[in-house]
């Protein structure tokens, strides 16, 4: 059964900083992995997917890189800002078209 | 293009009455999806469907029921609701064969209480 581990479970940054939310996984037979974003009281916004071929995929000041083998995934967030407060959550899709969620960061940036 | 709505919003219920979710999507995708979402327990897959006229189990199915009588739409029906079953649920649909296949769309999700 495929398990998906996000750490931390919370993080607090001041404005300005470069930082890095974690992802892994238990079993690396996947067809894609995606990151999401949760603001409070709302749905899931899709960041970024990367294929299980691809090693990573960049939207603006967001990177996403996935090591298939070691069953990791990193979302890295330059610069950044208090509009970034959320909860950032990875989903791994496999190609029976079902996904596994972890429980998310929680990311506050302090102006 | 609306991507995927729900209704309703915000429901009340007493236990044992019944209700059902609706969620539509119009970007033609094969594959839809009902989720609870719960504190602590992160978002937990209830029943999905890979086509039209199709539904499948998921993680938590019990105590609901599902039906995808239209490609666009997924019907989630709770038939004695319970308390346990108050929940934020989403409805998600994704693509197959076109754009990134497995690639979930969700909708702004339909917070339930049951008292």
């Known amino acids: 059964k495929q398990e998906v581990t996000q750490i931390p479970a919370a993080l607090s940054v001041p404005e300005g900083e470069n930082l890095v939310l974690n992802c892994s996984f238990t079993d690396s037979a996947i067809y894609n992995l995606q990151w999401f974003r949760q603001d409070p009281g709302k749905g899931l916004t899709s960041l970024l997917l990367?294929?299980?071929?691809?090693r990573e995929q960049t939207s603006g000041r967001l990177n996403a890189s996935l090591d298939k083998s070691s069953g990791r995934s990193t979302l890295y967030i330059a610069a950044s800002q208090p509009g970034d407060s959320a909860t950032y959550l990875c989903a791994v899709n496999t190609n029976a078209g079902k996904s596994t969620f972890g429980d998310g960061t929680t990311l506050t940036v302090k102006p | 293009n609306a991507g995927v709505t729900q209704t309703p919003k915000f429901r009340v219920l007493k236990t044992g009455q019944s209700m059902t979710l609706l969620c539509a999507q119009d970007?033609?995708?094969?594959?839809m999806y009902w989720y609870r979402q719960d504190p602590g327990m992160g978002l937990r897959l209830i029943h999905y469907?890979?086509?039209?006229?199709?539904?499948a189990k998921g993680e938590v199915p019990d105590g609901y029921n599902v039906s995808r009588l239209k490609k666009q739409n997924f019907l989630l029906g709770l038939e004695s609701a319970a308390p346990s079953q108050t929940s934020v649920y989403f409805c998600?649909?994704?693509?197959?064969?076109?754009?990134?296949?497995?690639?979930?769309?969700f909708g702004p999700g339909t917070r339930l209480t049951v008292t």
């Open positions: 998600a649909s994704s693509p197959m064969t076109s754009g990134n296949p497995y690639e979930q769309y």
């Open positions: 469907s890979v086509g039209e006229g199709t539904t």
């Open positions: 990367i294929q299980s071929s691809q």
């Open positions: 970007m033609n995708h094969e594959y």
